[in-house]
Every structure is written in C-alpha cells, then in structure tokens.
C-alpha cells in the first residue's frame, strides 16, 4: 500500500512536467533554476578540469609521481615500519579504507573516516576540518600524525637512504639524491595529484553527452538541485562548496564534534566540516566524518529526516560553545521513488575510479 501511494506521487512528479528530462539533456542554459536559500551563492555544477593545477613550487613531472608513488605505498615512513599512506587509502577500497574510523600507530582507532585521496589535488582546503591548504601541508601532517603514521622524519630519511632504490628515484626527480623531508612530502602530493576522476556519467553528460545520464539519473540531479537542497552545499566542479556546515553530527560530542572550530576558534564553527566533494561517492562508503553512515541509502534518509532537527545537545564538557545545526539542512520529505532517484543520481558520479596496483616494496 504504502509503495503503491509512493509510486504514485513519483509518477505524479513526473508527470508534472514531462519536458523536464528533455530540458535537462538540452543543456544548462535549459535547466529549471536551481532551489537556493537565501544567501547561497551557488557555483554552477561543471565536469571537472581533467588535469588539477600544479604549484610552481613542486611541479607535477612523471619522475616525481613515480617515485611518489613508491613512496605512498612505502611502509618504512611511519614509526612502526607498518603503516603507508595506501594502508588506509588503498586503490582497492576507492583510495579509502572502507572502515568507519581509521586505524592508525599501535592499531589505535582514530576519530576520523578516511576520506578518498581521488581528486583531492583540486581541493583548496584538505581535511575534514579544512586545516592544510595544501597536498603538501597535508601529506606532512599525515606522516607525523601520532595516531596515524607517526613518522619521525630522521629515521625515515635514515632508511630511505640505506635502500640504493631511492637515490635514482631521487636522482630522476630532483637531480641529485639528497633525501630531505620537503622532497619527500612533495612526491607524495604530486602522486596524489595524479590520482583524478574525471570522466563520470555525470562529467560526461556535463561536456555534452546527453545520453551519459538516463532518465532516473536525470530525475535524481533535478532532485539535488531543487527539493532535496544538496546543490546548497554541493555545488561548482567539485559538488562542493570548500565551506564548513554542521549537520548535526556532533550533538552528542563523540570523537572529534569540533570540527571548523578547532582551527578559527569562532563559536559558528562548532560541529562544522568541509562539504565533501562527491566523486566516487559509490566506492567509499562508509560516510561523513564519524563514518556513521555506512550506505548511501542510510546516508540519504538522515537528509531525509533532517539530521537531528530537536536533538538533545549534549554538553561539551569543556569550554566548547554548544553546536548549532546548519539552517541549511530541513527535513525533505522525499518519496521512496525520489531517494531511489536521488542515489542514481550520486552513482552517476562514481564511474571508473582510479586504480593501479602497488609497486614492489624496494630492497
Ligand atoms: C592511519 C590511517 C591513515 C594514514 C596512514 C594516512 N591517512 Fe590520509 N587520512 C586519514 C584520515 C582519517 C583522514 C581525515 C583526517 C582529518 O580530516 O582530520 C585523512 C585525510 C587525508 C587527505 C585529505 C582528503 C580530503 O578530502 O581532505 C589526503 C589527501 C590524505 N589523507 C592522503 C594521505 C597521504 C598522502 C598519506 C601518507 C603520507 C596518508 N594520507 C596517510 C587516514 C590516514
Ligand atoms: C548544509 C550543507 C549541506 C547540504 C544541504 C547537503 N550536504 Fe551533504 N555534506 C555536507 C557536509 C558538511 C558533509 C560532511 C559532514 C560531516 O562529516 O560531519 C556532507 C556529507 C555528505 C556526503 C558524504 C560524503 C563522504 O565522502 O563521506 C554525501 C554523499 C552527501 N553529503 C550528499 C548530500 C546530498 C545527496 C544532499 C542532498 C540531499 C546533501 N549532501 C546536502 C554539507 C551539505
């Protein structure tokens, strides 16, 4: 009964306008406007750049991907000569690690999900806080993190420098084998740079394909850019608006509630994260910061619902003022036919993602 009345206001959606999927394939400039609060400068969705932009100070040149690329899998950076960057952004897991927290130095368990490192290069904050501004400044804290690799540089350069392997690699890309930690760091971002999805449905559909996406797809991005509110936040390029929202994650102050907060100290920022970009999204469940949605279908009706729109707020137990739930997010009142719709639409951003098998651990 209840799929039965569903159906039929997912048909009746539809039939409202029966144009609509033709106006979608005719182009942007065709597109119903977008749903916005007010405020919300929203960029217009757009594929994504296949190549991102390369700092002048650390060019991405084949020589420094390749020996990044060792040196992303290479165990004997980290403290206990167990952990690389690939255990917990593995190409086999969508460059995630598939567990809701990840498990770092002395198999602690972190506060954070891992997130993808797939696109990351076109990011301008990294992080679910959005503390480095940089692949580079990431990929250093991300080596000396004690609960994730807790490398001590010294040591690492130590080892690198026992293992005749390094100084070609070292050699090919900076001209000589001096190891030092910038160089290090600075490979591990050119090869992250290099891991990139681009060519998506959706991407596809967005330089003029019009057939990349079918008919649910299409009724999934209208639902995103209209009822369901997400183009609020997701939006540009990336389906991201590089800005920090809390959505209601952090009530009950487990893990890291702080969010944005730790890093302006500004009351606003309590419980708020970055807005993550959504490429790949099908391959690396479980999602938000806390991992606590483990599918898109449990991911999807927590929007649904709103979050938490009358949670109990917890007290912090320190000087932390209390989160405040983003006025972007309200319940939605999605049909079962809409969220099927909608979770199309975010399977159309997956694709292919990128994989490579790991290179032979050096002798
Ligand atoms: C112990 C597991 C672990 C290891 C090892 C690890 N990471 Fe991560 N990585 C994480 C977690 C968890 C986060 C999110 C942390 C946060 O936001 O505070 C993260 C975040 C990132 C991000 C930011 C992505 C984004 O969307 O902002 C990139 C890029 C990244 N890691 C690359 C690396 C690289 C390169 C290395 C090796 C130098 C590495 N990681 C080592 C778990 C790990
Ligand atoms: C108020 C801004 C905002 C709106 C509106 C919004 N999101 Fe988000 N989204 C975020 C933020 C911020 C996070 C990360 C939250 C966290 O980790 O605590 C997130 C997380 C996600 C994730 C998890 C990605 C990952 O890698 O873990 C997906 C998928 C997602 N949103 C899709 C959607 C969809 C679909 C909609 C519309 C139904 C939507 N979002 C609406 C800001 C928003």
Redesign the pocket.
Known sequence: MRLCLALLFWVGEVLADPTLVERYRQGQEHWPAATLDAGIQAEPLAALPTEPPCPASNPCTQASRVLGKQL?FERRLSGSGQ?A?A???DPDLGWADGRRQ???HNRQV?T????T?VN?GY?QR????GRANS?EQ??MA??LNPV??AGDPDVAIATLQRLPGYAELFTNTYGDATISRERIVNA?ASF?RSLTLTNTPFDQFMRGNTDALDEQEIRGLHLFRTKARCINCHNGPLLSDESFHHLGTSFHTVGNFKGRYSVTGDATDVGAFRT?PLRGVGKTAPYVHTGMAIDLDMLLSLYNMGWWQNAEIIGTGDETPQAQLSPLIKPLGLSTGELADLKAFLLSLTGDMPYMAPTAELP
């Open positions: 992303f952990l960057c255990s917990c952004h990840a498990i770092g972190g954070m999900n891992s997130p490192v990351s990011l990294l992080f679910w806080d692949l990431q990929a991300s080596w994730e690799m591990i992250s993550p």
